[in-house]
């Protein structure tokens, strides 16, 4: 317990100003560099930043992201949260984050993924589907080895090589969202498992995490590490983190909805995710005895806070990730002591 990491993820949505105004989206990318920066000087192990490609988020390419970043961090590894795989190349996934890791001097992480969106499909011409060849290609090219593959979804490739190469190599996660075939494929190809807990409570997922130590004996491959993401915000109070973003939640859970045909949000279920789900909001200590449960329950190896939400200021949210690193996790590591 006492190794475990504290991270943040950031999916660049977009911030409100002082005046309750919608930022640019060219603000917004320049505070969340100011936010990892932030990160890094309160001692947070991981930063990542989400890829998505539609007007409410800011970032399409977290990788210019996380080199702004590295260019004014020292210690804190730096990641997609998630890279959308199904419509991407892998090659081209490969070489951008060797040359992350190359600018960070060793410091890069991928966190490959279907995405919990679809944009990016009908805007690059990809299928869904295409998914689990891309993560098989992937896998492959993380060997740093000459490569030979073929599949529907690329030309193939034959004793290729791929650069640049990286000096120690890169470490790789795949974001699962609850599909037992994925934390399967998770642990075929040798990828960490990086479980999205967005809602509900976390204890639900501790079968998949037997799972895929059990498929990793069965494939016989080494073990590797399982993280854990989840939505959050730090204030002074539980009232105070409650009331900066009650409003954004109902307005992104009623605008997801919508598009995806769920039911829009009951009375009381803000308050049922803070109690019992996978929402941490509140005081340091609310956010700290929370998030120690879920690591003993679990037995995770990293807990990454989401800690941007909807129509929050940027300011609000430097003022969760200074309480986040210099108070949650002491008092979390504590706990776990």
Known sequence: MTDIEFGLD????????????????????????EEGVVADQVGLDFFGVGEHHRRDFAVSSPEMVLAAVASRTERLRLGSAV?????????????????LDAVSQGRAEIVAGRGSFTE???????????????????????????????????????????????ENGLTAWVGVGGSPES???????????????????????????DLFERAQDEFGVPRQRVAVHS??????????????????????RTQIGRERGWPPPSPG?????????????????????????????????RFDLKYDQGQVRHEDLMGSIELYGTQVVPLVKDMLG
């Open 231 to 252: 939505p959050g915000f730090v204030a002074e109070t539980d009232e105070q983190a409650r009331e900066t973003v009650y409003e954004g939640w109902l307005a992104m």
């Open 10 to 33: 950031t999916f660049g949505g977009v911030t409100r100003d002082a005046e309750g105004k919608p930022q640019h989206h060219a603000q917004v990318i320049r505070n969340i560099v």
């Open 269 to 301: 279920d803000f308050e049922r995710e803070i109690e019992g789900g996978s929402l941490y909001v509140g005081s340091p200590e609310t956010v700290a005895r929370k998030l120690a449960g879920t690591i003993k329950v679990l037995g995770v190896d």
């Open 83 to 99: 890279t959308v795989l199904s419509s991407d190349d892998p090659v081209r996934v490969f070489e951008r984050f060797a040359t």
């Open 120 to 166: 990016s499909f009908p805007l690059f011409g990809f299928d869904l589907a295409d998914y689990e060849e891309r993560l098989e290609l992937l896998a492959a090219l993380l060997k740093e080895e000459k490569v030979t593959w073929e599949g529907r979804t690329r030309a193939a490739l034959t004793d290729q090589e791929v650069f640049p190469r990286t």
């Open 183 to 209: 934390v399967v494929r998770t642990a075929r190809h040798g990828f960490g498992l990086f479980l999205a807990i967005i809602g509900g409570p976390a204890d639900r997922f501790a079968p998949y995490i």
